[in-house]
Each structure stands twice: as structure tokens, then as C-alpha cells.
């Protein structure tokens, strides 16, 4: 019995997911991309399984089952080109609804004073206050990993650049994420998969390393955990409203502690396969 895999490790799917139907990588993305995935290529892949990319030869994969890190329309057509057959998937509506951090935010704030806003003005007058855990509010964009795309403003009156950044960012969007710049003492995560039917299988809490930058360094398991309760707690929390929203698949949770053993138990939702899975100890890519 054939049990290979074709694979497509789209890495760049945030990149996508904000920009819509019709998404191209640029060169320079994909030459950003082509280490990580080298690097998760050998925990996330099993022998004989094929990698695909743009690269791949046509029909190289033909009739195997397709699985891409985040089912979006580019990983679906690169899988199909190669000849596999894409496993079941939420649809790209779904898919960029639930990893929106509008949605995020739609299931309650876990850091004190963060708001998720729609108008700018409400935006400006934000950032114009000054937060009590920090000096610096942290802004974000709906859409958007690993730190990119986000930018630190002294508390404060926002300058002319800073303004338009926010404004252009609601306009593409329909809003950002606003909340305070806090020092991070440890970054941990937690993933689950998800069925159809709605059942949850929980990984272990792991512990995550990123650079000044907020880019994905390496993951490791974490024994033990004064907040595994919590962040537990937190992802059944997540599975039921994926799940209400139409959601299948991996997904995980990204925490943090702050100053005072403070717990922020939701930072980001992935609503797919994400850097640190293979350290879940839950099965990979099963099809």
C-alpha cells in the first residue's frame, strides 16, 4: 500500500490570506521562505513523502493525497498541478475569517487595555493614551505572522507616518490590533487538531524562541508548565468557535508570560499547521 504524501509547505500563507484571491509570490519571498522550509521539511515530512513547490514537475505526485500547511488556493493548485489529490480543507473564505485577528479579537481580549479597532480616529485617540503595562503600544494588522508587518509607537501623540500606517492598514483590513508593548519572558504555544465533527485532540505546551523581530527561531517541548491548566482551558475555548465558524484541520494558540508571571493565554490564533507543530507530539499531516 502507497502511504506517501504530496506536500506543499506554504510558509508565505499569511502573506495570502491578507491579500486575497490572485496572491503571486514575489522572488525575494520566496528566497525568504526556502530555509524555513528546508528546516521543517525534515520533522514534517515522512520518507518517500514529495515535496511540492513551484519548482515541482507537473503530475510528480500524481494521485497522492495533498496536504499543504495552510489549504489555501495557491497550495491547492501547486498540489493539483502535481497531479495529487488535495485531502478535505475549509474553504479560503473560512480559512482567512479565522485567522483574521479581528476574529481573534471577536472572542474577547486576554490582554489588558488591547482593542481590536475599526476607526481610525478611535485608533489615534489609543494611541494617544498612554497604556499602564508599557511606554509603547504595539500595533498589528489583521493579517500577518512571526512579527511582520507590525509596528511599535511611543504612547503618546502619533506622528503624520504612524497615522497613515494605521489608516492604511483599517482600509485593507477593516481594522488592527492595538494593545501594549509588554517585555516578554517566555513565549509558549499549544496545538490541537480538529475534526469535522467538532473533536479536539490536544499536543503538549511547548515553548517557543524568536528573534528581536518576533521571527520563529526553534520550539521545544516545555515538561512542565505553571499555565498548562490555563492555555489548555484557553484552546478548548478556540476548538469550539473554530468550529462554529466552519473550521477543520491543526491549529494552535501562541501565549506569552510578561512582567510578574503574568499570563497572556491568546496572542495569535493559527488556524493551520504552524512552525513549532512538530514538537506537539500530534500526528503530522494525517490524511
Known sequence: MDTRRAVCLNLDADAELAMGAGYTPTKRV????????????????????????ENSEAGIARDLPGIAFCPTPRAISLLTRAGAVPVDHPSFEILRRVNSRAFCASLGQTMPEAQFVTDAAVAVDLLSSSPALSTTWRVKPAFGMAGR???????????????????????????????????????????????????????????????????????????????????????????????????????????????????????????????????????????
Not at 195 to 204: F, K, P
Not at 222 to 234: G, K, M, V, Y
Not at 238 to 255: S, V
Open 30 to 53: 520566496l528566497e525568504a521562505m526556502r530555509p524555513h522550509v528546508q528546516t521543517l521539511a525534515s520533522s514534517f515530512l515522512r520518507k518517500g513523502d514529495v515535496l511540492v513547490d
Open 149 to 287: 508587518g507590525q509596528r511599535l509607537i511611543t504612547a503618546g501623540s502619533p506622528n503624520a507616518a504612524e497615522k497613515t500606517f494605521v489608516e492604511a492598514c483599517i482600509e485593507r483590513d477593516g481594522g488592527v490590533q492595538i494593545e501594549p508593548n509588554v517585555r516578554i519572558e517566555i513565549e509558549l504555544g499549544l496545538h490541537g487538531v480538529l475534526t469535522q465533527d467538532g473533536e479536539l485532540t490536544m499536543g503538549r505546551v511547548v515553548r517557543q524562541h524568536s528573534d528581536v523581530h518576533g521571527a520563529w527561531i526553534s520550539t521545544e517541548p516545555l515538561p512542565q508548565s505553571d499555565h498548562e491548566t490555563a492555555l489548555r482551558e484557553e484552546l478548548t475555548k478556540i476548538a469550539t468557535a473554530l468550529h462554529a465558524a466552519g473550521y477543520f484541520g491543526p491549529f494552535g494558540i501562541d501565549a506569552f508570560v510578561y512582567e510578574g508571571n503574568r499570563l497572556q493565554p491568546r496572542s495569535e490564533i493559527n488556524a493551520r499547521y504552524s512552525m513549532g507543530f512538530p514538537q506537539s507530539q500530534l500526528p503530522i499531516f494525517s490524511s
